[in-house]
């Protein structure tokens, strides 16, 4: 998918609901949990293995949240996924080229 179909579905999409706000802030939230597991695991070694396993379930919620995000906003989730792998593939490609940081 392209950035101008991406932009043509956004387009179509109706104006967000307050719940769509509420769902963003649950989603900040549970990135909130994600970091903070990804730095007790690296601050806290002795404790590593509880917190990657606390880190699967934080990766878990906030897939779910994704996921109703699509749903709420008449997104196909998929065809999004889809369309991030790509562009993450085309910007390590791009940063590959100039010498920055290989991503991919």
């Known amino acids: 998918m392209s950035t ?3 932009r043509e579905i956004m387009r179509e999409v109706a104006e967000p609901k ?3 706000f509420f769902r963003l802030s649950i989603i900040t939230h549970h990135v909130g949990e994600v970091n903070a597991d ?3 695991i690296h601050r806290i070694p002795a404790e590593a293995k509880a917190h990657k396993a ?3 379930i934080s990766l878990a919620d906030l897939f779910t949240q994704l996921s109703i995000l699509c749903i709420e906003l008449g997104l196909d989730e998929k065809e999004l996924k889809d369309f991030g792998l790509q562009r993450y593939k085309e910007k390590g490609i791009e940063f590959k080229e100039r010498g920055w940081v290989e991503v991919c």
């Open 4 to 6: 101008d179909k991406l």
């Open 18 to 20: 307050a719940h769509v």
């Open 38 to 40: 990804i730095w007790r």
């Open 54 to 56: 606390n880190l699967r």
